[in-house]
C-alpha cells in the first residue's frame, strides 16, 4: 500500500511513497525530522496501512505526540504497534506483512553496529520490503553516525531526504534536500520550509542559496 505525503507543498513533487521502498530521513538537532516521520505514520494508518513504530522514547510520549497531531477518528483501533528499543541488531522481529515500519532514533538505535553488519540488515530489510509489501522509514540524527556507515545507509536507501536548519540574517532558515529519490527527480535542491513544532509547510517559490 502507498502511503500518501500529506504535507502541503512536498506533496506536489512527492504524492506519495510507494510501497516496497526503504526511506531514509535525516536533520540535526531540529525536530522537523520526527515529526515528519509521525505524520507519514498517520498517514499510514488512515489509509488502513498497520504501522509498527520502534522507538527509543518513551511509547506514553509518542502515543501522545501522535494524538495531537492527528484526528484519533479517522484511525482504527490498534492501528500501530509502538515498540520502545534501546539498541537493534536485526529488523527481522520487526517486519509488518504489508504494513509500515517507522524507525525513530534509528542512527541510535544501530549505533553498535559495525558498518558490515549495518549494511547485512538494511539488505535484509529491503529483501522484506520488496517481499512482505511493506515500507520502512528510518530517521537519523546528522552526524551520529561515522562516514562508513552513513555511506552504507545513502546506498541501501531508496529515498533519502535532509532536514537543514541554519541561521541567517532574518533568523533561522529551513530547506529540505533530496539527495537520492527513487526517479531521480528533485535531486540535490534545496527547498524552503517552514516548521513551527505543529506543521511543516514546504514554499516551491522562495529560492535557498
Known sequence: MNIPVEVPGLDTIIPEIEEGRLLVVE?????????????????????GCPVTFVTSR??????????????????????????????VDSFDEFEPEGGLLTVDSFSYLTLNLPPSELA??????????????????????????????????????????????????????????IPKWMDGKFVDRNIYYEFDGKRIAIDLRRRVL
Open 27 to 47: 536533520s540535526g538537532a531540529d525536530s522537523a525530522k520526527s515529526y515528519f516521520v509521525r505524520r507519514l505514520s498517520l498517514s499510514a494508518g488512515r489509509v
Open 58 to 87: 518513551d511509547e506514553t510520549e509518542v502515543r501522545a505526540l501522535l494524538a495531537s497531531e492527528g484526528d484519533p477518528d479517522e484511525l482504527s483501533e490498534g492501528w500501530i504497534r509502538i515498540l520502545e528499543r534501546d539498541g
Open 120 to 177: 547485512s540488515s538494511l539488505r535484509r530489510l529491503r529483501t522484506a520490503c520488496r517481499t512482505r509489501k511493506m515500507t520502512a522509514i528510518l530517521a537519523t540524527d546528522r552526524g551520529m553516525l561515522d562516514s562508513r556507515s552513513e555511506a552504507v545507509v545513502t546506498h541501501l536507501s531508496d529515498g533519502y531526504l535532509q532536514f537543514h536548519a541554519r541561521e541567517g540574517p532574518e533568523g533561522v532558515l529551513r530547506f529540505l534536500r
